[in-house]
């Protein structure tokens, strides 16, 4: 599912983080700038987790982690793939193994 707009920018999520723990609601925020009351709420949650005052999920660098790793996870994967094709037609074609017993 795609994206309807390009995400907000980081220094309007601060501002408006900022501005909920300045005592304003994210339903007024909601009504003054363009993101849901839920979506400023979730901003306020990760902050809090990125600045160690939650515990109940992973900061944001964790996530950055997490993603950074299943994509080179993704690449090995590939790569693993194309090598084991590529050694079992070199194998092949040097007649080390028959033909037709491949694992691809």
């Known amino acids: 599912?795609?994206?309807?707009?390009?995400?907000?920018p980081?220094?309007?999520r601060?501002?408006?983080?900022?501005?909920?723990?300045?005592?304003?609601?994210?339903?007024?925020?909601?009504?003054?700038?363009?993101?849901?009351?839920?979506?400023?709420r979730n901003?306020?949650?990760?902050?809090?987790?990125?600045?160690g005052k939650r515990q109940d999920g992973m900061t944001t660098e964790e996530k950055d982690e997490l993603a950074?790793?299943?994509r080179e996870n993704r690449t090995l994967r590939e790569e693993r793939t194309i090598l084991a094709k590529a050694?079992?037609?070199?194998?092949?074609e040097t007649g080390k193994i028959p033909p037709g017993s491949s694992n691809s």
Not at 26 to 31: I, K, N
Request: hydrophobic letters at 30%.
């Open 43 to 51: 901003w306020v949650k990760q902050a809090d987790r990125d600045h």
């Open 68 to 70: 950074r790793l299943r």
């Open 1 to 8: 599912m795609s994206k309807s707009r390009p995400p907000y």
């Open 14 to 40: 601060r501002q408006l983080v900022e501005l909920v723990r300045s005592g304003r609601s994210p339903e007024s925020l909601a009504e003054e700038y363009e993101p849901s009351g839920e979506s400023i």
């Open 87 to 92: 050694a079992a037609w070199f194998a092949r």
């Open 10 to 12: 980081p220094e309007l």
